[in-house]
């Protein structure tokens, strides 16, 4: 009896810890072991001019912030998902956050991250880890690394971005100094995807709809048709490899050779749309693997109709395909063509950043084929709920007359140089010294742009949009992190610059006054 007692206690207690904790995961250990170790005790050198240093300076200074560091663990605690108590163990709130700011702010893989997490003895103090060489200390796999920080997600690390803003306001900004300078400009942060032609996405999509196939005929060999699977792969690789030579070829007869490779070209590959959207609807479904490798089956033999479509179009009847018929990518579809000025074209997304006189960034947004002139309006209204703005300036693809009368209304300078020719009032009023002035000064946030692109801003290693928002994010609020402790380290070196001063000072005072003993 007691022991049935006992062991139904056990299994009450078990029940109602479960329930209490499943909603939950761990912010960081608050049960001090002997393999814990506390991050306010981390010892971060001043003398680098590493960025590793400057960034973890601001990390420890985060964690000292009381309320800074519970309002930024709640942010993440109300948005990663559930960590129930059974498998393995998730890392801590806090880890996953300092994780995903290294890898940007360092912009390394998630390879070297992985082997700075297992090594690295100030990033593992930081992670409350305590080093010791001994079986049980604290080791993660990579997949691990990688499960966890591709966990946060852009909305949230917007406002833990504005969390991080207003520390770095407490830590540059003089005494009764409020009002802010900003300035705002867009540059485009590349995806990660080859040059596209139409004839060569038609070959993507023929190779992943083979790839998929060939996934289905490892589950299931009893699926028939498929005995010349290799010669179909090889056999269209070969003539696409063929229309490439031919279009990018010279010589006599060009336009008789690319249209003789295109017919072959669109011929195999016509007869492989036809034999999968016929086996398509025959193949077995044997369990939920099956249903999502055939609807990804079916995206990709759509992908290969619109460019079958497209090449058809441009390169036998000569037609010029709109712009807005064109994919870039059928890997990443959000990809755009971004044409700005004299430079040449990028493949990716462009980015709008916000900055204000202390180089940190106050606010940014990912342009959906959007104009710079469309969001200057809903960008003004975000910002100036939140911050007093002295002076906004921008370039001249900022310029509209309805944003110019906005911003007059709001803000005491705003610098907006017009497009096109200006009026006797316009040109008066650019011609003024404090606009000059301002003018002059916006040209720093290329330097803030230039520094993104060093913290991984340049290019995106990360597939599908909702990564490619996630790196986005965590490389501005990396980028703050870094401006942030820079401005740390030199306040402490000018501390101890001071201090060793004094010292010099007394010792000189003592000596004085021993000679003037003796």
């Known amino acids: 009896m007691c022991k049935q007692l006992l062991f139904s206690d056990i299994l009450d207690y078990e029940a109602s810890s479960f329930e209490k904790n499943k909603d939950m995961r761990k912010r960081f250990e608050e049960q001090k072991s002997i393999f814990t170790y506390d991050i306010s005790d981390a010892v971060i050198p001043t003398g680098s001019r590493d960025a590793t240093p400057a960034l973890f300076a601001a990390i420890k200074a985060l964690w000292l912030r009381t309320e800074d560091r519970t309002r930024v663990l709640d942010l993440l605690e109300e948005s990663l998902p559930i960590k129930r108590p059974t498998g393995p163990k998730g890392l801590e709130l806090w880890q996953i956050l300092v994780l995903g700011l290294c890898r940007l702010c360092l912009n390394i893989s998630y390879d070297r991250l992985h082997y700075m997490a297992s090594h690295d003895i100030l990033l593992r103090h930081l992670l409350g880890i305590r080093d010791l060489e001994s079986k049980g200390s604290i080791k993660w796999h990579y997949q691990r690394i990688y499960d966890n920080v591709t966990l946060l997600k852009d909305d949230v690390l917007v406002q833990i971005n504005a969390v991080v803003v207003k520390m770095g306001h407490d830590v540059f900004k003089k005494e009764g100094e409020a009002v802010l300078d900003l300035k705002t400009d867009s540059f485009p942060v590349q995806t990660n995807v080859h040059f596209p032609t139409d004839y060569n996405m038609l070959w993507d999509s023929v190779r992943k709809s083979l790839d998929v196939v060939l996934k289905l005929l490892t589950k299931d060999p009893d699926i028939k048709g498929w005995r010349k699977f290799k010669d179909w792969y090889r056999g269209i690789k070969n003539l696409s490899r063929a229309l490439g030579q031919a279009c990018r070829g010279g010589g006599k007869n060009k336009e008789q050779r690319v249209q003789k490779a295109t017919i072959a070209y669109l011929d195999k590959c016509n007869k492989l749309y036809k034999k999968l959207t016929l086996e398509c609807e025959n193949m077995p479904v044997n ?232």
Request: aromatic letters at 10%.
């Open 287 to 518: 369990g939920l693997m099956d249903i999502i490798l055939q609807d990804s089956l079916k995206e990709f033999i759509s992908l290969m109709a619109k460019h079958i479509d497209l090449v058809d179009r441009r390169l036998l009847q000569g037609e010029k395909i709109p712009h807005e018929e064109k994919l870039f990518s059928i890997f990443e579809q959000y990809t755009e063509w971004i044409s700005k000025g004299k430079w040449s074209p990028e493949l990716g997304k462009n980015l709008t950043i916000t900055s204000d006189q202390f180089g940190l960034i106050v606010d940014y947004q990912i342009m959906e084929s959007e104009a710079d002139s469309q969001i200057v309006i809903p960008l003004a209204d975000r910002i100036l709920s939140n911050y007093e703005v002295g002076s906004w300036s921008f370039d001249k693809g900022y310029w509209h007359k309805d944003n110019k009368a906005y911003l007059m209304d709001k803000i005491d300078h705003p610098i907006m140089p017009k497009k096109g020719k200006r009026n006797k009032e316009e040109l008066e009023y650019e011609s003024s010294k404090s606009f000059k002035k301002l003018r002059n000064k916006h040209s720093a946030i290329e330097s803030n742009i230039n520094e993104l692109e060093h913290r991984g801003l340049d290019r995106c290693p990360d597939r599908s949009y909702a990564h490619f928002k996630r790196y986005i994010g965590l490389g501005v609020l990396a980028y703050n992190f870094h401006k942030i402790g820079k401005e740390l380290m030199r306040l402490e070196r000018e501390k101890i610059k001071k201090e060793r001063i004094k010292k010099e000072k007394l010792r000189e005072k003592l000596k004085d006054r021993l000679a003037r003993a003796a």
